[in-house]
């Protein structure tokens, strides 16, 4: 597909797409290649060529996804899902380690961690799926780029660029975990500080430590929670307490998205639905099934 005329975007997308490992990465990669492709005559059988890759990958990602394939093998992806990623010997797994209880393989030497490692942990009452991933460049790049959070752990500003190579493709919101604060004396934490917010302001940065105590942890599980683009709603039924596990929605989710995940095509079977919480105007409120909810809301409905 190589051509001198084609534009220095054109070319670097086109490596990229040679390079890619996905069919995500590849779709990205013939867009800007669509793109930047001339519109002139000449370049007729060249854009036929781009738009027919195109359809064909397209095709083929719309049949994994009704294959159910797609997705990191043995990982059933949850409502809120974090990934550890970072280069080797930053702390990644005594992290993992610190917010699940669990206890992986930790080693002083490079690349310890070689398959991924899957956990849980509980923020109030929300249940975060969290995955300890191979460190750079061994990491599984379509659960970086499928994934809601990543948290990048490092532990030198140095390390930042390098980094950033990895993660062209990925959507996902993230956090830069700066990694061993005890090490550092407060005028080298002052100055990393004062690097990211001039050079990085884009990253949602945090420093830690794993001597970090319960409260550091805490807050920790609260940057990773506050994250995600989620809201947690409860249910009751009349008369009774609401439930204790809450639902996990995305933001500005209707009351109809709600009751459709717990049952499809019951909305339309819906006779009263009450709210109490910060979305009513007042407790045991009638909505409509175009209300918008708010974080902690408490539904209750009755069908036909």
């Known amino acids: 597909m190589a051509s001198t005329n084609q534009s220095p975007f054109y070319h670097k997308a086109e490596q990229k797409f040679n390079e890619a490992s996905t069919d995500e990465e590849r779709i990205e990669c013939l867009e800007i290649m669509m793109k ?60 993992f380690k610190t917010l699940t209880k669990l206890n992986p393989k930790i080693s002083p030497h490079p690349f310890t961690t070689y398959i991924h490692q899957l956990g849980t942990f509980k923020f109030e009452d929300a249940q975060i799926q969290i995955i300890d991933s191979p460190p750079f460049p061994n990491q599984d790049k379509s659960l970086i780029n499928s994934t809601d959070i990543l948290l990048l752990i490092i532990d030198n500003l140095a390390q930042i660029k390098p980094s950033e190579e990895h993660l062209h493709y990925t959507k996902a919101k993230k956090i830069l975990l700066f990694n061993k604060e005890d090490e550092l004396s407060e005028e080298e934490k002052r100055k990393i500080e004062a690097t990211l917010k001039s050079k990085y302001r884009n990253y949602n940065y945090f420093f830690f430590s794993q001597k970090a105590d319960k409260t550091k942890i805490e807050e920790l599980k609260k940057k990773i929670f506050i994250t995600f683009p989620i809201i947690r709603v409860y249910t009751k039924e009349p008369k009774k307490e609401a439930s204790k596990e809450p639902m996990i929605l995305k933001k500005d989710s209707t009351f109809k998205d709600a009751v459709e995940k717990i049952l499809k095509g019951i909305s339309n079977k819906i006779k009263r639905a009450r709210i109490w919480g910060p979305s009513s105007k007042f407790g045991g409120q009638i909505i409509g099934l ?8 408490i539904i209750e409905f009755q069908t036909k």
């Open 290 to 297: 175009d209300h918008i909810l708010k974080d902690k809301d």
């Open 36 to 95: 930047e492709c001339p519109k002139h005559k000449s370049s007729e059988n060249m854009r036929k060529n781009l738009t027919t890759r195109y359809k064909k990958l397209k095709s083929s990602i719309i049949k994994q996804k009704k294959a159910g394939k797609g997705k990191h093998a043995g990982i059933k992806k949850e409502d809120m899902q974090c990934v550890l990623i970072g280069p080797p010997n930053t702390g990644k797994s005594t992290i």
